[in-house]
Structures are given as C-alpha cells and as structure tokens.
C-alpha cells in the first residue's frame, strides 16, 4: 500500500506543504510507503475547451495522472483563497480528468483532505468545497475524517510538526485512516 501527499499550492514557503510533508512523514515513521509531489513541478495552462481542442491535453497533465495512479491513496493538503479552494488546484483537478477516461484515477483509489490557513477557519470552507469538487464532481471516494489547521503562521515547529500536540495526533489520525481506507479500497 502507498501513499500519495500533495499541496493545492505552488508557492515555496506554503504551509500546506509542510502540512502535506508531514503527513509524508507520519506515513513512513508507520512503516508506509509515501511520496510528497509538488504542483510546482506539474504546471499546466488553465483550462480551456478550445485549448484542449487545439493542443490536446498537456503532457504535465497526463504525467500528474500517471502518478495519481501509482498511488492507493492520496491527501491533498489545501490553502483556503478568498474563502474557496486555489485555482492552481481545481486546474489541475479539471486537466487530469480530461486524461483519457480509463483508468479512472479519481473512483479507483481512495482520498483525504486537510488544509491549513493564518485565519480562525484553518481552510475549513475551501475543504468544503474540496470535498464536493472531488466526491460530486470526480466520483472520488473521500474518507469523512480530516484536519483544517487554523493558525498557519505559528502552527509549526522547526522539525515540520506541529507544535500543538493535540492538532499532531489529530492530523496523525487522518493518516491513519487515509491508510485504513486506502488498504480497504485496494483489496
């Protein structure tokens, strides 16, 4: 079973990577095979019928399926703009489900969310809409347990985890259960 972390946010110092690094590594400190990916690395044009009718579907596009499909699992960790999820994320969320229609990659494994932002909701409203985005739109299967991390700016300890133990065991939870489910679906 594998296990598959990536961030909603392209930016270097984002702390939904570091949420998503961490559970990366809370995976693999449970004997868990895991990667964390960077959108940073999968850039594709913002989508477009008649760019997709012209040139077809970006190749970053079919290479971020191809490792969505590698994985049983999978956390997308996101930031919460203006009270919604990043555009960087629903592009690439809407480019990879133009890849082709078999396999499925959203129905045939299993997903978690989590997110974090500086504000008092800890990206509670972008997961909302993260969560119907993926179980409505794409058919994916969404675990219900999941962590919104208010607090960004002083969440974090120096090692990456969280300074509030309490949010680490918690966070540490969904992962776990991310596993379960994972184990569950793959079987």
Known sequence: MRLLFFAGSAREGSHNKKLARLGQKIAEANGIEAIFADLADYEMPIYQGDLEEAKGVPER?????????????????????????????????????????????????????????????????????????????????VIPQQMALPGAMKAFAEDGSLVDDARQKMFADVVEALAVAARKFAA
Do not use: H
């Open 61 to 141: 596009a079919r290479a971020f399926k191809a490792l969505l499909g590698e994985y049983d699992g999978v956390m997308i960790v996101t930031p919460e703009y203006n009270a919604g999820i990043p555009g960087l994320l629903k592009n690439t969320l809407d480019w990879v489900s133009r890849v082709g229609t078999e396999p499925n990659v959203y129905r045939t494994r299993v997903f978690a969310i989590s997110g974090t932002s500086p504000g008092y909701y800890g990206a509670m409203r972008s997961l909302l809409q993260l969560r119907e985005v993926l179980a409505v739109g794409l058919g994916a299967t």
